[in-house]
């Protein structure tokens, strides 16, 4: 028996898949994890699990319920709300940042992903409070604070 083998739980694994080839596919998404910043194309993901690219496509989105793409960019998209929330880089560089060379595409698909633009995202989430302020309606905000703006 090796001992250097880590069990995996058997809630991660689901019943779907091998044991050595779920430890791989752990592997590649490590891999895909650490390298977000950088242009991996699913060929290189599959060559370092040692799959095909289909192959690896299909039991990645078995193992994690989420392609490898669809990874990436949640993985991107996370670690720019971060940057964004920081305020110390510009959008332009948070853009660059995690992967992306297209300012417009990157733009758009944080807008597609978090329901509103990066500047409208980093001024509404970067100031502690500012979101519970604009998610109460304003005439509930108005009531709350004894300001009617109703005269008679």
């Not at 739980?9 to 390298?35: D, K, Q, S």
């Not at 960019?73 to 297209?102: F, I, K, P, W």
């Not at 300012?103 to 509103?116: A, E, N, V, W």
């Amino acid at each position: 028996m090796d001992t250097t083998a880590v069990p995996i739980p058997m809630v991660y694994r689901r019943n779907v898949l091998h044991t050595e080839t779920f430890r791989r596919m752990l592997l590649a998404r490590g891999y895909l994890a650490e390298r977000y910043m950088e242009p991996v194309t699913l060929v290189e993901a599959a060559e370092f699990a040692g799959f095909s690219p289909f192959h690896f496509q299909r039991l990645f989105t078995r193992a994690f319920g989420e392609s490898p793409l669809e990874f990436l960019t949640r993985v991107r998209m996370e670690r720019a709300q971060t940057l964004l929330r920081s305020r110390e880089l510009t959008v332009s560089e948070v853009c660059l940042e995690v992967g992306y060379s297209s300012l417009g595409s990157f733009s758009s698909l944080f807008s597609r992903r978090m329901g509103c633009a990066p500047t409208e995202f980093r001024r509404v989430f970067s100031f502690p409070g500012l979101w519970e302020l604009k998610s109460i309606p304003a005439c509930a905000r108005s009531f709350y604070l004894g300001q009617t703006s109703i005269s008679r």
